[in-house]
């Protein structure tokens, strides 16, 4: 009887394909996301489909998207992207007072990564009817950016990584306040 083939976990799968200069930096971003608990270890070990994606959560809200790939829904490139939940993105100017991060938050600015959403949906920072942007972050109207995935942080390493992980404890923040608060 032939042996049963076992779909590779996230991790084997991310190990598997990503560059192996990337390598590195997506594990530790891993780890700093199940020590948070955004992400449970059997969800990490799961063998399910292609799954080159996973969302992390806190307190069963959306925070990002953890993929194996650059472009969020196209086979893996060899890099690896988060891709914080649309939702939370124009909250972010109310809850970042660090310059660093406010200038990491806008070069991180998904312009040219465009999911290819259906383009009579998708607003991709256009003015919308009432002729506002549809996204303003930092005082700055933000014209051409995916409604979709507004952030799409790619393969981050070094100062960057470290300015990813500070943004998923801001988008926990506004998650905390959302739970005591509305928005």
Known sequence: ??????NPTFIEKAVALLDKDKID????????????????????????????????????E???????????RYKPDGSWSISPHNIFFQHYDRYITDEKLKAFVLDSINYIKCRGCNGSLCMRG?????GKMAYVN???????????????IISPSGETLERAKELVLVTQSIIADKLVSPL
């Open 1 to 6: 009887m032939p042996e049963k083939k076992l």
């Open 25 to 60: 930096n997506f594990l530790d971003f891993v780890k700093f996301v199940s020590e948070k608990q955004y992400v449970s270890e059997r969800r990490l070990a799961s063998r399910s489909g292609k799954g080159y994606s996973i969302m992390l959560h806190y307190k069963k």
């Open 62 to 72: 959306k925070i990002c998207a953890l993929n194996l790939n650059s472009i969020v």
């Open 126 to 130: 256009r003015e919308d009817s009432t």
């Open 138 to 152: 930092f005082r700055k109207g933000l014209n051409k950016c995916c409604s979709g995935t507004p952030l799409l």
